[in-house]
Structures are given as C-alpha cells and as structure tokens.
C-alpha cells in the first residue's frame, strides 16, 4: 500500500466518522428537547396538584376487641328430661 492509498482509505474512515458524529449530535438534541418537555410538562403537573386535605386520621393497626364473656344464664345450656337423660341446646 502506498502513502496516498493510505491517505485516502483514512480520509474515507474520517468522512464516516464525522457522518456517525453528526447523527449522534442530532439525537443528542432531540433527546434534549424531549427532556426540556418532558420537565415543562412535570412542572405543570405538580401545579395542578390537590393539596392534601387539612385533617387526615392517623393510621391504626386494627386492634381485636377482648371478648364478651357470657352470662351464666346461657351457659346453663342442659336440661333434663323425664327419662334422665341430658340434651344440649343448640
């Protein structure tokens, strides 16, 4: 290979290069102006926010109730029958 075809298959190489180069920087700036609206349009979102309402009930755990016991009328629950038998109510 001599010195000039050297020369000119690196000249090509440069012209592809700075061709890539240039498609890159345009992306770039579509990007870009895709990011700026993007933040504009956030921006006008967060403005038309509700604002949080002035009371808010604090959160609870649900917590159990202790049981009712019974009263000692219902625990009486047999009753005898002329056989002697004992039956339970349900």
């Not at 298959?9 to 498609?23: I, N, P, Y």
């Not at 509700?50 to 009486?76: C, D, I, Y």
Request: net charge positive; aromatic share 2%.
């Amino acid at each position: 290979m001599t010195a000039e075809e050297t020369i000119a298959s690196l000249e090509a190489q440069l012209k592809q290069a700075l061709e890539r180069l240039g498609q890159m920087s345009e992306q770039l700036q579509q990007t870009q102006e895709q990011l700026r609206e993007a933040h504009a349009r956030i921006a006008e979102l967060e403005k038309l926010k509700t604002p949080a309402p002035p009371f808010v009930k604090a959160n609870k755990k649900n917590q159990k109730r202790a049981r009712r016991k019974r009263s000692k009328s219902v625990m009486h629950t047999t009753t005898r029958l002329d056989q002697g038998l004992c039956l339970r109510r349900s």
